[in-house]
């Protein structure tokens, strides 16, 4: 019920197989212990290391990930390109450029608290994209009714990380 404690769970960068079977051995009894609301889960080197495909998303999701977010690393696999419009609550950056296929973020409801997750890449030492702090402005103006935030902002700099928060 919205006022009891929301809990969240979030899992970082799945890589490759070996993180795959990590999160398939490891996250149903860290949610049967730590009883979270919501499961986020960084899946974008999932594939071999490097990238995502729509089968692994029903792999993790099977083994219990709710929203699942990206990075930079997102269209690795290019059938994905084609896959992401169609999956619900798969993030791929929200800063990326308009038309990109897929959405930057979600709002998911997590036992009656609306919440919203948003994915952002930095563009320190990484492909230059639209400013991810105008684009979280945006997200958060959007929906001004969400007291829930949830940000995967992925981006090499700490500094960035940092005053994404």
Not at 32 to 41: A, D, Q, S, V
Not at 85 to 93: A, E, G
């Amino acid at each position: 019920m919205p006022g009891e404690e929301l809990k969240i769970l979030f899992v970082a960068d799945v890589v490759g197989q070996p993180g795959r079977e990590a999160v398939k051995a490891l996250l149903p009894a860290l949610k049967k212990e730590l009883r979270p609301n919501l499961t986020i889960l960084n899946g974008e080197n999932s594939a071999g290391g490097f990238g995502l495909t729509a089968k692994l998303v029903n792999e993790l999701r099977g083994f219990g990930a709710d929203v699942i977010t990206t990075g930079n690393h997102v269209f690795a696999q290019k059938e994905f390109v084609g896959e992401l419009p169609n999956l619900d609550r798969v993030l791929r950056p929200a800063n990326y450029p308009p038309g990109a296929p897929g959405q930057g973020w979600c709002v998911t409801e997590a036992d009656g608290h609306q919440v919203l997750v948003m994915n952002l890449i930095g563009r320190i030492f990484l492909d230059s994209l639209d400013d991810p702090f105008r684009t979280a402005d945006a997200i958060l103006q959007a929906h001004p009714d969400t007291r829930v935030v949830f940000c995967d902002m992925h981006a090499e700099a700490t500094s960035e990380k940092t005053a994404m928060g």
